[in-house]
């Protein structure tokens, strides 16, 4: 059992219980009406379970990308680390509001949707140089359809997500732009997670 892969498992499931409970103690509002960076606003109820999800979902794929790198050549498990330190990020500089307004925003609001916008990005190419990496590996090759498609799911939920954030399903769409990604992590993690030391298939194996 390889320990450290696991963190790929813990982080989207704090995440997902944080937004999940997150979402619940928003009297007054919609269950999945208010998006993820709302949920960690100074005005949403109980913030410091959002805040929590983001910094120990940051954390965690961090690790987990440190321990793929050893199975896997090329940017992917760099990407993701990325993703991580942007992650964790996001969670310190926090929305000024629960609810999107109009009018000027502070500069952690700003930055805040910037990292946004870099992490959704992210997101979708990591996964698409996972695919590409597990193509060239036998025993992750039967794992590649899965994250074109996965990638293909992210990018079409976001796409639709972020042209109009202030819809209706906005928060719906956001959730599952997030979660299809986040499952992937996870699924791959798991695996990771349960080869031996011997059935890596990486450069240092190869060596």
Do not use: K
Not at 141 to 150: E, H
């Amino acid at each position: 059992m390889r320990v450290r892969a696991l963190a790929g498992v813990a982080g989207p499931v704090v995440f997902t219980a944080a937004w999940l409970a997150g979402s619940l103690r928003q009297t007054g509002h919609g269950a999945l009406s208010v998006q993820l960076s709302g949920l960690a606003a100074p005005d949403a109820r109980d913030p410091w379970i959002m805040i929590t999800g983001f910094l120990v979902l940051g954390a965690c794929t961090v690790v987990f990308g440190q321990e793929l790198a050893r199975d896997l050549t090329g940017p992917a498990p760099r990407l993701i680390q990325a993703a991580g330190v942007l992650t964790i990020a996001a969670g310190l500089l926090r929305r000024d509001h629960m609810e999107l307004t109009s009018g000027p925003v502070s500069w952690h609001n700003e930055a805040h949707n910037i990292v946004s916008l870099v992490i959704y990005g992210d997101l979708v190419l990591a996964q698409l140089l996972l695919a590409r990496s597990f193509g060239r590996t036998p025993r992750w090759r039967a794992w590649r359809p899965y994250l074109l498609a996965s990638a293909t799911a992210t990018a079409v939920a976001l796409a639709v997500f972020i042209p109009d954030t202030a819809s209706a399903g906005a928060g719906v769409l956001q959730r599952i732009a997030v979660t299809i990604p986040l499952l992937a992590v996870t699924a791959v993690a798991a695996r990771l997670a349960a080869l031996d030391q011997s059935e890596r298939s990486g450069p240092t194996a190869a060596a």
